[in-house]
């Protein structure tokens, strides 16, 4: 009897079983279009993804469509069930678009080829994990996607909170206040979700702007009032918060990361002032160098305890601390090239500066107490609505209406052509990610006969301008009327 080649062959290589290669033709859908013998023997005649679990089924059906976008999928593993073997036998595919000068964007064959692997002892249980990072990953994604939505709506109506303020007279400033502390913690959300979304996507770092670091740690100082104020108010507690604020040079840096920091510093403060005490934040120049200082009359620490404070997952708070808040934010501050210096004794409290270095001169200064712009009169344009959230939809209606823009709404890609057939509109606003149709696919049939109509797409994808070939600009959600207002207008004026 003939020894079969696979039996001579070193326990630790992967060698092929089927040394033909595994090929079909489907479509976008993943209609079988044709396949070879060695793919029949291997994932049967019946439906194309029979014998994959369903998983795998349907990461190979987002395979296919990816493909039939004009992407090239290759080397991506499936696990084929086999009735007479114990563990599933793993198969390596490559997803391959076919150009054709009559194909739609989305709608390429797909030619899918492969080979079958002999199966090391623990592939299934390595391969049952990447597919649930898979999924987690997947999951988190559209969460994001749904908290970007939720965004958009709360910036929306505080947008109009705020114009409906300053109709009423004799505010008091503090009630004027509420609404940008609002908006600020739902950017700093935005960002929060952007960050999952780079994290998860592999994405490098976002580019830094320029910062007044005064102005953040007036910002936080703000935000964080329930903390240092009203909860040790209700507990008998007094803290007072003193400020030294100088006007102080712009740094580069992200926002968002740098108010990260000052909330886990005062947080910090406020946590070592159990019976209370004084909480001063503080910014000035050294140098070539802008110092913002939190200092507290807390208990302070040991020298012992300082030495490790930063490191991850030590905490002095035993179950209540997670160890990590000190630990990001000194991470943040590295990545923006500062530095922390702490000083603390015991019964004496704590101080922490932070350097960072002054943007380069060239750069203009930031202005951070310039007044919004105001709307500008612009002639009436008629602007259509694609987004399939009705939540989302509506604000964006309201907001565009607004800035006195003549808008109608569709809640997808199909009623949103049948407005187009019926009527004609100055600019398209859509969503990208939408079920019957996506907004990319959306664009590319309105190109098919309005070439040179306006389309801006909305997204909270990191990634969307990979799908916006046929649009003309992207603004991302959640999003600022303000910004929106200008990309329109850019168009218009074109």
Known sequence: METPATESRPSDVMPLLAPEVLAATVTAKSERLGSNAAWDSVFGKEELWDRLNPEDRRFAGEYVAEAAAGSLITHQMFLIARHQEELPVPVLLNFLPVHLPQSKASGRPVVITGEVLQEPKRWAADQTKRRRMEMLGQMAIGIAHDFNNLLTSILGHVELLKGALDEVPNLLPATREHPYTIERAAMDGAALVRKIQRYIRHEKKQRFDLVDLSSIVEEVASLTRPYWYNEPRGQGI?????????????????????????????????????????????????????????????????????????????????????????????????????????????????????????????????????????????????????????????????????????????????????????????????????????????????????????????????????????????????????????????????
């Open 238 to 494: 007094a803290i007072r918060l003193v400020k030294q604020l100088d006007k102080v040079p712009p740094i580069r840096g992200v926002e968002s990361e740098l108010r990260d920091v000052f909330v886990n510093l005062i947080l910090n403060a406020v946590q070592a002032m159990p019976e209370g005490g004084t909480l001063t934040l503080s910014t000035r120049v050294e140098g070539s160098r802008v110092v913002a200082e939190v200092d507290d009359t807390g208990i302070g620490m040991e020298d012992a305890t300082r030495q490790h404070i930063f490191e991850p997952l030590f905490t002095t708070k035993g179950e209540n601390g997670t160890g990590m808040g000190l630990a990001v934010a000194y991470g943040i501050v590295q990545e923006h090239s500062g530095d922390i210096d702490v000083v603390s004794e015991p019964s004496e409290g704590t101080r922490f500066a932070i350097h960072f270095p002054v943007a380069a001169a060239t750069q203009v200064a930031l202005e951070p107490d310039m007044p919004l712009e105001e709307p500008r009169a612009v002639e009436t344009a008629r602007l259509l609505v694609v987004d399939d959230e009705r939540m989302v939809r509506d604000i964006t209606v309201r907001l565009l209406r607004s800035r006195r823009y003549e808008v109608q709404e569709a809640s997808g890609g199909s009623e949103a052509l049948a407005c187009l057939a019926d009527q004609p509109f100055d600019l398209i606003v859509t969503d990208l990610g939408m079920p019957e149709m996506s907004g990319s696919e959306l664009a590319y049939r309105i190109r098919q006969h309005h070439p040179h109509l306006p389309i801006v797409l909305l997204t909270g994808h990191t990634d969307a301008e990979d799908q916006a070939e046929n649009v003309d600009a992207v603004v991302r959600k959640p999003f600022q009327i303000q910004a929106l207002d200008e990309t329109i207008q850019g168009l218009l004026s074109e």
